[in-house]
């Protein structure tokens, strides 16, 4: 089995934002453990990279805190500073603090019992808790005080400080569907397709679907479509990696037409193989590609 190419230990209070950060990481494609007795993570810890090994396994974060079993704060910071002394991993570590009146808003706030306090105020919890944690507080390479931190905000930090190339790209779909049909409930943006002259109305054209060359031509001699596809495309490319920086997984694009199988059947097909290009793997799938043609459903013929 390939060892972890980095591992990240995500301490702090209890209210801090572990939860958030650990969430926020396997979002962005990490292998996330929580709460490991710290017997595990010891035999976890020791384990050898395999030597010139060239492919490793995603980077690994795990959460530990006061209520871990066996927990033992400067036994943790020993035991790290040993590995990294005979370098068998890079191993980090993040530390979530916050100020004792935020902590106590929160558990206020929440109405939650601190872990520490189940039958006291939670300001003794948040107080006994910082002792125990004071230890790897002051030995932690890498400290976050959430106390002005939303959970968006602390998110967004994360996502920006440990989001890896290639680890945590979101999944593009580009859907063709027909507006006859319904909108699809899931689709992020749709483009409609129905400004655009319809094959449905060309007797030889309209048993083929967008994926045939005869169809595609019709379509693309629209005086419209060039620049209207093209404007389309140009806003994907800088849409999608904003989308990806804010640290959306999923990402749908609905192409539509009237019945869901020629013009955006088409367009669905240019618009996939133009973020390609870009570097993005889209999925594309056509909804009512195999549906029935139906004159009720197109409307008037062009023209009239």
């Known amino acids: 089995m390939n060892a972890p190419s980095e591992i990240l230990l995500v301490t702090g209070m209890s209210g801090a934002g572990k939860s958030t950060v650990l969430k926020t990481l396997e979002d962005l494609g990490w292998e996330v453990v929580d709460n490991l007795p710290l017997s595990l993570l010891d035999r976890l810890l020791g384990t050898d990279a395999a030597i010139g090994q060239s492919e490793f396994a995603r980077p690994l974060a795990i959460g530990i805190g006061a209520m871990t079993r066996d927990f033992d704060a400067a036994a943790i910071a020993r035991q790290i500073d040993r590995l990294r002394e005979v370098g068998r991993q890079e191993i980090d570590t993040l530390f979530l603090d916050c100020a004792t009146d935020e902590l106590a808003r929160r558990y206020d706030e929440t109405r939650r019992r601190h872990p520490l306090a189940a039958d006291r105020p939670a300001r003794e919890g948040i107080a006994q808790e910082r002792e125990l944690l004071e230890p790897l507080r002051r030995w932690a390479p890498r400290l976050i005080d959430t106390s002005r931190y939303t959970s968006a905000e602390l998110a967004q930090q994360i996502r920006r400080t440990f989001a890896q190339p290639g680890l945590s790209e979101p999944a593009v779909s580009v ?40 169809v595609a031509a019709y379509v693309s001699q629209d005086p419209a479509y060039e620049p209207a596809v093209s404007r389309i495309e140009e806003l994907l490319l800088l849409l ?26 088409h367009v669905a097909e240019r618009i996939a193989a133009r973020l390609r290009t870009a570097a993005f793997s889209p999925r594309v799938t056509h909804r009512d590609l195999a549906a029935v043609p139906q004159d009720r459903l197109e409307g008037r013929p062009d023209g009239q």
């Not at 400004?195 to 030889?204: A, D, G």
């Not at 192409?255 to 199988?261: I, L, P």
């Open 240 to 265: 999608l990696p904003r989308y990806r920086a804010e640290g959306k997984s999923y990402i749908n694009i609905a192409v539509g037409c009237t019945g869901g199988r020629h013009r955006s059947v």
């Open 175 to 214: 859907m063709s569907f027909g507006f006859s049909r319904g909108l699809p409930p899931d689709a992020d943006l749709v483009f409609d397709m129905r400004f655009l002259r319809n094959p449905h109305w060309v007797p030889h054209l309209r048993p083929g679907t967008g994926q045939d060359e005869a």
